[in-house]
Nanobody
Framework: VQLVESGGGLVQAGGSPRLSCAAS????????MGWFRQGLGMEREFVAG????????KYEDSVKGRFTIFRDNAKNTVYLQINSLKPEDTAVYYC????????????????WGQGTQVTVSS
């Protein structure tokens, strides 16, 4: 299984980057997908999750209204649209896949990508 994130970089505050995670060697539509992030010296935290079909979504409270998770099962890709970027959003963003039926907000996902760094400049 391979999960490859892209779309990070140095972005100005207020910007709207879109992160992508391409999956391979995975039954993509059979997995819940999640985005997590880890700031420097911080624990990895749940950001957003999406159900297998895409109809169910969960968000961490601090990103509700600014982040949107969506997936394209035909392309085996999950996305995280970030709007109104804030300095506190600076972190490495990871995508993860879970065989669970439910969207988990804990880090016990089955597969992880290597992460993409998002750095917010003010």
């Amino acid at each position: 299984v391979q999960l490859v994130e892209s779309g990070g970089g140095l972005v100005q505050a207020g910007g709207s980057p879109r992160l992508s995670c391409a999956a391979s060697r995975l039954t993509f539509n059979g997995h819940v997908m999640g985005w997590f992030r880890q700031g420097l010296g911080m624990e990895r935290e749940f950001v957003a999750g999406i159900s297998r079909g895409g109809g169910g979504k969960k968000y961490e409270d601090s990103v509700k209204g600014r982040f949107t998770i969506f997936r394209d099962n035909a392309k085996n890709t999950v996305y995280l649209q970030i709007n109104s970027l804030k300095p506190e959003d600076t972190a490495v963003y990871y995508c993860a896949a879970s065989q669970s039926i439910l969207i988990r907000t804990t880090i016990d996902y089955d597969y992880w990508g290597q992460g993409t760094q998002v750095t917010v400049s003010s």
